[in-house]
């Protein structure tokens, strides 16, 4: 079947702006998760959703950042009033969400923020 | 809190050499362990996993991952390395039975020279 998807695959804008990072998860798959890879941090967990309802969302770094997810699938990452310190690979990935041995997580080709 | 730690930022060999990733955790509960690889302008693929049984765990592509619980350790190895194998490799632990996130290691940049 197919795997995540996340879009776009590359996103460019200007310091100030909010910009929306969309993820879909594998069919079937009730937990979601957004991590950051960037240059000299390595990859940084940002928030896990089990459905709709985030357990843990602390990773987020500030404020200007959020997620939803809706109807146990999508989410969307939105990072609002964009600084050049947020350039980075959002990656997401999903898993079956029954936590023990079945539960890994596979991850999406992740979406390059690039602010100028 | 859990941290995994590798060693080794990046690691030169050359084709058909051996090569051996280091990986170690902290932990005081049981934990799954796993290897990521990334390759150039790719997203992170499961290499491979350790949840139980058998301390040795192989991967299709001839990687192998001992886990050592007394020293904390899962490393990397290969006998044989191809120049396919460039990549960066990610080790990475969770917290087994609960749900949550996974815990990475800063990476590892494996380059195989001809």
């Known amino acids: 079947g197919a795997g995540v998807s996340q879009s776009p695959s590359n996103k460019v804008t200007e310091k100030g702006k909010d910009v929306e990072l969309r993820c879909d998860p594998i069919?079937?798959?009730?937990?979601l998760y957004w991590y950051r890879q960037s240059l000299g941090q390595g990859l940084e967990f940002l928030i896990y959703?089990?459905?709709?309802?985030?357990?843990?969302k602390s990773g987020l770094p500030s404020d200007r950042f959020s997620a939803e997810r809706t109807g146990g699938s999508v989410s969307t990452l939105t990072i609002q009033r964009t600084q050049q310190e947020d350039s980075a690979v959002y990656l997401c990935?999903?898993?079956?969400?029954?936590?023990?041995?079945?539960?890994?997580?596979?991850f999406g080709p992740g979406t390059r923020l690039t602010v100028l | 809190a859990q941290s995994v730690t590798q060693l080794d930022s990046q690691v030169p060999v050359f084709e058909e050499a051996p090569v051996e990733l280091r990986c170690n955790y902290s932990?005081?509960?049981?934990?799954?362990l796993f290897w990521y690889v990334q390759y150039p302008n790719q997203g992170l693929q499961l290499l491979l996993k350790?949840?139980?049984?058998?301390?040795l765990v192989e991967s299709i592509n001839g990687f192998e991952a001992e886990f050592n619980k007394s020293q904390t350790s899962f490393h990397l190895r290969k006998p044989s390395v191809h120049i396919s194998d460039t990549a960066e490799y990610f080790c990475?632990?969770?917290?087994?039975?609960?749900?949550?996130?996974?815990?990475f290691g800063r990476g590892t940049q494996l380059t195989v020279w001809p």
């Open positions: 990935a999903s898993s079956l969400g029954v936590g023990g041995a079945s539960d890994t997580q596979y």
């Open positions: 069919s079937g798959h009730t937990a």
């Open positions: 959703f089990q459905g709709n309802s985030a357990p843990d």
């Open positions: 932990s005081s509960v049981s934990v799954y």
């Open positions: 350790y949840l139980s049984g058998s301390t």
């Open positions: 990475a632990a969770d917290r087994g039975s609960t749900l949550g996130r996974l815990y």
